[in-house]
């Protein structure tokens, strides 16, 4: 392909084709600038901004959306997940997101063991419907609660089950496609009668059939020569699945086509039998060369899967303190295997491990082994190999590691020496990456230090990636095991598997796509693999000032942007924190990674150019709930919530602010007033007209009521004399935060008096504390500042004495533990704050405070601050240990989010977000269970809406202590 071809689509008429599409196509059709720059990059390596964003609602919509840019010349992409790591799912040309419409399940039969799917479907949300027969889909990627069915089939996917079913392609029965010029067949298996009733009808169809047939009898013998004979080649184009002896299957032959050839509408799959119980056998070894030379052995008593990792990934993990608890779990060694066995019971799996130990056990010198019967310890171990892409990216001290040599296969008899020799090429090239994956698959997984930012340095990786093609193809094996070539490998391809074959994936892609219009210039006549670098030597962000300081980060807000490193957790509907906003409108936009990308779009200055007056990001991070979820929820911490602070901090300087800044970001002053005069307060914000009016004045949520002041703050009644606490004992300081002086101060008189019957001294300071959290989560960081430096100020005396702070509303704890130290990372008083500041919780565990016995069921919101920034676990230990039934309905944020759901416009979508789970657990709640919620803004959403009064922790314990008395 020509280079006036590659950049044929600056030449379209952009905007006839939009009008086009938009009269045409059910669907969404989005040529913004925000849309373009949020699907210019993926998981990869590459940019490339396209040159519009269709979302299809129908697959009558995907075929006019072709037919259309048919009409125009314009090249097209699909998109599910955007997951891919090589470059395959970005390029100048429409794309086609399928994810947020085409998600239907359209047929289960467990008889015939298969089910029908459209590309939009997420795999676990296949699986979860499949176990219900004990049936599962083999192939699990890591991503398998993100990735789409059409991403996996664009790339042929396989994951940690393949040893037990396969790839991708291996479980395709029947693919309904289309082709660029719109001609729509289902393919698979086919018979030789059957391919000649097709050419002789003649039509494209028999065109296309005619043109597979001669490839397969001209390129017969060098495909069964050249193509490796192992369990994970992907790389290339299935051609070998035409051969008589494979069933002249086109529905595989089309799996792994990453998008070049046709566009998949639906897909039968194969469903296999999912044992019910499985068993993890953990081996510990002197080096993961040595675990990778014993995979032969384990394969010998038919793991459903066996992983290996190094002693590099763990000790990454310590380095970023990820799961220490887990790590400890794995036996002695410095390198591991995790097999994993399955059976119909219990016994059965267990028994194929033992055998396994039994067998090794018998060497002279045999590796650490640790059998596993805790499904919870599993669980954690389990946890330590997924983490193995948040572990290898933004390791302190580590330089970045990128993908672009991520997931070879060889043999799996020969990885022990491949890895060997691969180590001592990393160490020829000056790199540095920690080696795991799908072992007995002969996978390998690995993030590399490539410099992506110097001319030196890109060279260096070409040079690398030449002699790693090079070694992968003495010892027999796969550029790409899963992850597809893209851009990156495809370039290398003819070292694989000759000029003939090149030339034969040519014909087969013409075939389909006789004007090279689907995703040009990836796998046949591709980039090469330094064009089209999202960094590369000409990246040079924009530098601004900051008020965080991003000491984690090399002190710099780009770079902070370039912890997302686009694997898109964050797009998760099952069990997630993250991100709250999209799980309830499935954009992009509204994900961690889309406004990392835009982000990253601004700083960068070419197409997204103006600054931080960008409405590209601003647009994007609207809905953000500023629920700090990503920075534990991300596997490498991308903390949006600080991002969006900082950047509304600029945006907005020197101008006017939305109402809702002055009203909630200024709370502290408004919340202050209105405690004087709280009778006048409440008249104003619940009388029906004088509400209406204050709540249209402050750009209040009409949906809304304004919440009640207490007729008598805490600091009231604790400055009247008559609160009973002692003057000696064990001193704590309480921390008077505003929300519950005003509001709830009942809260606070609870933990005072359960604290003094601890035998506690408690001190509450003379001044009370300013807010702290609403102006940062307004961007309104000069005036935050200031006020946590009072805050700091008030509290100084006391933790100069080392005396613990106790703060009861968790987001304002989370601003002592978190923005503190990002703000002032060098402030002696405020590193003191930091490390006294407790929730009642991690209070009494820290204390030893055994509680108070209360039996019953209680429905248990944690405030997403507390999951996110503090430790959760400590109030799931005290409640356990309490004796109560706790149910926890929702992982993430409740939709309040502060004041969040307060505002304007976002009543809805916090409501949204709230029935997930959270709302209809409490009203389901019997009259007996309890309501329990820290956060001050998740007892507001969840009294709002149910009229059920949850009780702060606090109030529990005390209720619990005064049932026992």
Same mark, same amino acid.
């Given at each position: 392909?020509?280079?006036?071809?590659?950049?044929?689509?600056?030449?379209?008429?952009?905007?006839?084709?939009?009008?086009?599409?938009?009269?045409?196509?059910?669907?969404?059709?989005? @040529?913004?600038?925000?849309?373009?720059?949020?699907?210019?990059?993926?998981?990869?390596?590459?940019?490339?901004?396209?040159?519009?964003?269709?979302?299809?609602?129908?697959?009558?919509?995907?075929?006019?959306?072709?037919? /259309?840019?048919?009409?125009?010349?314009?090249?097209?992409?699909?998109?599910?997940?955007?997951?891919?790591?090589?470059?395959?799912?970005?390029? /100048?040309?429409?794309?086609?997101?399928?994810?947020?419409?085409?998600?239907?399940?359209?047929?289960?039969?467990?008889?015939?063991?298969?089910?029908?799917?459209?590309?939009?479907?997420?795999?676990?949300?296949?699986?979860?419907?499949?176990?219900?027969?004990?049936?599962?889909?083999?192939?699990?990627?890591?991503?398998?609660?993100?990735?789409?069915?059409?991403?996996?089939?664009?790339?042929?996917?396989?994951?940690?089950?393949?040893?037990? $079913?396969?790839?991708?392609?291996?479980?395709?029965?029947?693919?309904?496609?289309?082709?660029?010029?719109?001609?729509?067949?289902?393919?698979?298996?086919?018979?030789?009668?059957?391919?000649?009733?097709?050419?002789?009808?003649?039509?494209?169809?028999?065109?296309?059939?005619?043109?597979?047939?001669?490839?397969?009898?001209?390129?017969?013998?060098?495909?069964?020569?050249?193509?490796?004979?192992?369990?994970?080649?992907?790389?290339?184009?299935?051609?070998?699945?035409?051969?008589?002896?494979?069933?002249?299957?086109?529905?595989?032959?089309?799996?792994?086509?990453?998008?070049?050839?046709?566009?998949?509408?639906?897909?039968?799959?194969?469903?296999?039998?999912?044992?019910?119980?499985?068993?993890?056998?953990?081996?510990?070894?002197?080096?993961?060369?040595?675990?990778?030379?014993?995979?032969?052995?384990?394969?010998?008593?038919?793991?459903?899967?066996?992983?290996?990792?190094?002693?590099?990934?763990?000790?990454?993990?310590?380095?970023?303190?990820?799961?220490?608890?887990?790590?400890?779990?794995?036996?002695?060694?410095?390198?591991?295997?995790?097999?994993?066995?399955?059976?119909?019971?219990?016994?059965?799996?267990?028994?194929?491990?033992?055998?396994?130990?039994?067998?090794?056990?018998?060497?002279?010198?045999?590796?650490?082994?640790?059998?596993?019967?805790?499904?919870?310890?599993?669980?954690?171990?389990?946890?330590?190999?997924?983490?193995?892409?948040?572990?290898?990216?933004?390791?302190?001290?580590?330089?970045?590691?990128?993908?672009?040599?991520?997931?070879?296969?060889?043999?799996?008899?020969?990885?022990?020496?491949?890895?060997?020799?691969?180590?001592?090429?990393?160490?020829?090239?000056?790199?540095?990456?920690?080696?795991?994956?799908?072992?007995?698959?002969?996978?390998?997984?690995?993030?590399?230090?490539?410099?992506?930012?110097?001319?030196?340095?890109?060279?260096?990786?070409?040079?690398?990636?030449?002699?790693?093609?090079?070694? /992968?193809?003495?010892?027999?094996?796969? @550029?790409?095991?899963?992850?597809?070539?893209?851009?990156?490998?495809? +370039?290398?391809?003819?070292? +694989?598997?000759?000029?003939?074959?090149?030339?034969?994936?040519?014909?087969?892609?013409?075939?389909?796509?006789?004007?090279?219009?689907?995703?040009?210039?990836?796998?046949?006549?591709?980039?090469?693999?330094?064009?089209?670098?999202?960094?590369?030597?000409?990246?040079?962000?924009?530098?601004?000032?900051?008020?965080?300081?991003?000491?984690?980060?090399?002190?710099?807000?780009?770079?902070?942007?370039?912890?997302?490193?686009?694997?898109?957790?964050?797009?998760?509907?099952?069990?997630?924190?993250?991100?709250?906003?999209?799980?309830?409108?499935?954009?992009?936009?509204?994900?961690?990674?889309?406004?990392?990308?835009?982000?990253?779009?601004?700083?960068?200055?070419?197409?997204?150019?103006?600054?931080?007056?960008?409405?590209?990001?601003?647009?994007?991070?609207?809905?953000?709930?500023?629920?700090?979820?990503?920075?534990?929820?991300?596997?490498?911490?991308?903390? +949006?919530?600080?991002?969006? $602070?900082?950047?509304?901090?600029?945006?907005?300087?020197?101008?006017?602010?939305?109402?809702?800044?002055?009203?909630?970001?200024?709370?502290?002053?408004?919340?202050?007033?209105?405690?004087?005069?709280?009778?006048?307060?409440?008249? +104003?914000?619940?009388?029906?007209?004088? %509400?209406?009016?204050?709540?249209?004045?402050?750009?209040?949520?009409?949906?809304?009521?304004?919440?009640?002041?207490?007729?008598?703050?805490?600091?009231?009644?604790?400055?009247?004399?008559?609160?009973?606490?002692?003057?000696?004992?064990?001193?704590?300081?309480?921390? /008077?935060?505003?929300?519950?002086?005003?509001?709830?101060?009942?809260?606070?008189?609870?933990? @005072?008096?359960?604290?003094?019957?601890?035998?506690?001294?408690?001190?509450?300071?003379?001044?009370?504390?300013?807010?702290?959290?609403?102006?940062?989560?307004?961007?309104?960081?000069?005036?935050?500042?200031?006020?946590?430096?009072?805050?700091?100020?008030?509290?100084?005396?006391?933790?100069?004495?080392?005396?613990?702070?106790?703060?009861?509303?968790?987001?304002?704890?989370?601003?002592?533990?978190?923005?503190?130290?990002?703000?002032?990372?060098?402030?002696?008083?405020?590193?003191?704050?930091?490390?006294?500041?407790?929730?009642?919780?991690?209070?009494?565990?820290?204390?030893?405070?055994?509680?108070?016995?209360?039996?019953?069921?209680?429905?248990?919101?944690?405030?997403?601050?507390?999951?996110?920034?503090?430790?959760?676990?400590?109030?799931?230990?005290?409640?356990?240990?309490?004796?109560?039934?706790?149910?926890?309905?929702?992982?993430?944020?409740?939709?309040?989010?502060?004041?969040?759901?307060?505002?304007?416009?976002?009543?809805?979508?916090?409501?949204?977000? %709230?029935?997930?789970?959270?709302?209809?657990?409490?009203?389901? $709640?019997?009259?007996?269970?309890?309501?329990? $919620?820290?956060?001050?803004?998740?007892?507001?959403?969840?009294?709002?809406?149910?009229?059920?009064?949850?009780?702060?922790?606090?109030?529990?314990?005390?209720?619990?202590?005064?049932?026992?008395?």
């Amino acid at each position: 392909m020509s280079e006036a071809e590659r950049t044929e689509g600056d030449m379209l008429n952009a905007k006839a084709l939009e009008a086009d599409l938009r009269a045409a196509v059910d669907g969404e059709v989005r @040529f913004d600038s925000t849309s373009r720059a949020l699907y210019a990059t993926d998981a990869s390596n590459y940019r490339q901004v396209p040159v519009g964003v269709v979302l299809p609602r129908s697959t009558d919509a995907v075929i006019k959306t072709l037919e /259309v840019c048919h009409r125009h010349g314009a090249p097209v992409v699909s998109r599910g997940g955007g997951t891919a790591l090589c470059g395959q799912t970005c390029n /100048v040309a429409v794309v086609i997101d399928h994810s947020k419409y085409l998600r239907g399940i359209l047929e289960i039969d467990p008889q015939r063991r298969i089910a029908r799917v459209q590309p939009g479907v997420i795999l676990d949300q296949l699986r979860d419907e499949t176990e219900k027969f004990h049936l599962t889909y083999g192939p699990d990627p890591a991503t398998h609660d993100h990735n789409t069915f059409g991403g996996m089939i664009g790339n042929n996917s396989c994951g940690i089950h393949s040893v037990m $079913a396969g790839r991708t392609a291996d479980n395709v029965l029947e693919l309904d496609v289309v082709t660029y010029d719109g001609v729509r067949m289902t393919v698979g298996p086919t018979s030789e009668e059957e391919l000649e009733r097709i050419i002789a009808a003649g039509g494209r169809r028999g065109e296309i059939y005619a043109g597979l047939r001669d490839i397969r009898d001209r390129y017969a013998r060098d495909i069964r020569r050249r193509y490796p004979r192992i369990p994970r080649r992907v790389s290339g184009f299935n051609l070998d699945d035409l051969l008589p002896e494979n069933g002249f299957n086109v529905a595989r032959a089309l799996v792994g086509t990453e998008g070049t050839c046709v566009t998949v509408m639906e897909a039968t799959v194969r469903l296999v039998h999912s044992p019910p119980s499985r068993t993890l056998l953990v081996l510990g070894y002197p080096d993961v060369y040595s675990a990778a030379d014993d995979i032969g052995t384990l394969m010998e008593f038919g793991p459903v899967g066996l992983e290996g990792l190094d002693e590099l990934l763990i000790k990454f993990m310590k380095k970023k303190k990820l799961h220490p608890e887990d790590i400890e779990l794995l036996p002695e060694g410095k390198g591991w295997l995790l097999a994993e066995f399955g059976g119909d019971s219990k016994e059965e799996s267990d028994r194929k491990a033992r055998q396994a130990m039994k067998k090794i056990g018998k060497r002279d010198a045999p590796p650490t082994m640790k059998l596993f019967s805790d499904s919870k310890e599993e669980k954690m171990v389990w946890e330590v190999r997924e983490s193995g892409l948040g572990a290898t990216a933004n390791v302190p001290g580590v330089p970045l590691g990128w993908p672009g040599w991520e997931d070879a296969a060889v043999p799996p008899e020969k990885v022990g020496p491949y890895l060997r020799d691969f180590h001592a090429l990393l160490q020829e090239h000056g790199l540095i990456a920690s080696l795991y994956g799908h072992f007995g698959d002969g996978c390998i997984h690995c993030r590399i230090s490539f410099d992506l930012f110097t001319h030196q340095g890109v060279q260096n990786y070409l040079s690398f990636l030449d002699k790693a093609t090079d070694l /992968v193809v003495r010892y027999g094996g796969s @550029f790409s095991a899963e992850h597809g070539d893209g851009q990156s490998k495809a +370039m290398y391809l003819e070292k +694989m598997y000759g000029p003939g074959l090149l030339e034969a994936f040519r014909r087969f892609k013409e075939l389909w796509d006789p004007g090279w219009k689907m995703n040009p210039g990836k796998v046949v006549e591709p980039f090469r693999p330094d064009q089209n670098l999202r960094l590369g030597p000409e990246y040079n962000p924009w530098q601004p000032e900051t008020r965080f300081r991003f000491p984690n980060d090399d002190g710099s807000f780009p770079r902070a942007v370039l912890r997302c490193v686009g694997v898109g957790k964050c797009r998760r509907s099952h069990d997630a924190f993250m991100c709250p906003s999209f799980l309830a409108t499935l954009e992009e936009k509204h994900t961690t990674r889309g406004r990392a990308h835009l982000l990253f779009e601004m700083f960068r200055g070419d197409f997204v150019s103006d600054g931080w007056h960008s409405k590209e990001v601003l647009e994007s991070l609207e809905f953000c709930l500023s629920c700090k979820g990503c920075k534990t929820d991300c596997p490498v911490n991308v903390d +949006m919530a600080t991002y969006k $602070a900082e950047f509304l901090h600029h945006h907005y300087r020197h101008r006017l602010r939305p109402l809702p800044a002055y009203s909630m970001g200024l709370f502290g002053i408004w919340g202050s007033l209105g405690a004087k005069v709280p009778a006048l307060a409440n008249f +104003m914000g619940q009388t029906p007209v004088l %509400s209406g009016i204050t709540k249209a004045v402050g750009g209040i949520a009409p949906e809304r009521s304004m919440p009640r002041f207490a007729a008598e703050t805490f600091t009231s009644w604790y400055q009247s004399g008559n609160h009973g606490g002692r003057s000696e004992g064990r001193r704590v300081v309480l921390y /008077v935060d505003i929300f519950n002086d005003c509001f709830f101060p009942e809260t606070l008189k609870a933990a @005072f008096e359960l604290l003094t019957r601890y035998g506690y001294q408690v001190i509450v300071p003379k001044k009370r504390p300013p807010a702290v959290r609403p102006p940062i989560d307004y961007g309104m960081l000069d005036y935050a500042r200031k006020k946590i430096l009072e805050a700091v100020g008030i509290l100084s005396p006391y933790v100069r004495q080392g005396i613990p702070v106790l703060v009861l509303e968790p987001s304002t704890a989370a601003v002592f533990r978190d923005e503190l130290s990002e703000l002032y990372p060098q402030h002696e008083d405020g590193k003191r704050v930091t490390s006294l500041t407790l929730t009642l919780s991690e209070f009494m565990k820290k204390e030893h405070l055994s509680p108070p016995k209360l039996s019953g069921t209680i429905v248990y919101q944690a405030h997403c601050h507390q999951k996110a920034l503090l430790n959760p676990e400590a109030a799931h230990e005290l409640l356990k240990q309490m004796g109560l039934t706790v149910v926890e309905p929702q992982n993430g944020c409740c939709g309040m989010a502060g004041s969040f759901g307060f505002e304007k416009g976002k009543y809805e979508i916090s409501m949204r977000i %709230s029935e997930m789970g959270l709302l209809p657990a409490v009203r389901e $709640a019997s009259s007996g269970d309890l309501i329990v $919620a820290d956060g001050f803004s998740c007892r507001t959403q969840i009294l709002q809406a149910t009229a059920r009064k949850p009780l702060h922790l606090a109030e529990l314990l005390l209720l619990a202590l005064n049932r026992t008395r």
